[in-house]
């Protein structure tokens, strides 16, 4: 039996290190920002492609480290049956503040990219560290390969939490996710009716509201026919 957390950490770890080697050619030359806006990041342009600051390539370091921390936990006390029993949740309110960003990141091995201000979260986009790092195809085929084992699957439906902290990964490496790891989709909520804009009113000159006498209606209905259109 294959050890699921150790192909994990093992891949993790293929891609800490592709990050810490090429992540210093792909940052941005990034530049503090003054004029009374507060101490951060500008881009330089033309670099939304493959270009990210440092400071991003720097949390995405420190969350592969935790996300490989916490996989091995999981799948030890999955393999020990101490799980705990899965909580059932009540729908929580949407979030009104952002997430903060971890209080403390371990020193990024890129010289330059002092963490002048941490970014709150990664990119989302699917395939967005493969698109950067071309390099890591290895470890997106890997992915791909273990997330296709009945074991995986089996781990992932009895500890929950699994799913949770695949998904980032899978996203991040451009895997698509089988059907038993995505998330359900959501119900749509139902759009309130748009108000219908009332139409003008259209007025014909028989009624009586108008009040007109018979020769004012002759005569309109003469110079409608003979310059525009007939009321």
């Not at 210093?24 to 670099?47: E, F, I, T």
């Not at 400071?55 to 049956?81: C, E, K, M, V, Y």
């Not at 084992?149 to 698509?176: D, H, I, S």
């Amino acid at each position: 039996m294959f050890h699921i957390a150790a192909i994990i950490a093992e891949l993790i770890q293929g891609l800490c290190d592709l990050v810490s080697k090429a992540a210093p050619s792909l940052a941005a030359p990034a530049r503090p920002v003054y004029a009374g806006a507060k101490a951060g990041w500008v881009m330089p342009p033309n670099s939304h492609l493959r270009r990210l600051p440092g400071p991003i390539w720097s949390l995405l370091w420190f969350r592969l480290h935790r996300l490989a921390n916490r996989i091995t936990r999981l799948h030890d006390r999955w393999l020990a049956g101490t799980l705990p029993k899965p909580r059932t949740r009540s729908p929580s309110a949407p979030r009104t503040t952002p997430r903060q960003p971890p209080a403390r990141i371990p020193t990024f091995p890129m010289p330059g990219t002092p963490l002048v201000d941490p970014p709150a979260r990664l990119p989302r986009g699917h395939g967005w560290v493969l698109r950067r790092l071309p390099h890591c195809a290895e470890q997106s085929g890997r992915l791909h390969d273990l997330l296709q084992r009945a074991e995986t699957r089996r781990f992932v439906e009895q500890a929950p939490q699994a799913a949770r902290l695949l998904r980032p990964l899978c996203r991040a490496l451009g895997v698509e996710q089988p059907a038993w790891l995505q998330l359900p989709k959501r119900p749509r909520k139902p759009r309130p009716p748009k108000p219908r804009a009332e139409k003008p009113r259209r007025w014909k000159l028989t009624d009586p509201e108008l009040k007109l006498r018979p020769y004012e209606i002759a005569a309109a209905r003469y110079f409608l026919k003979k310059y525009g259109r007939d009321g």
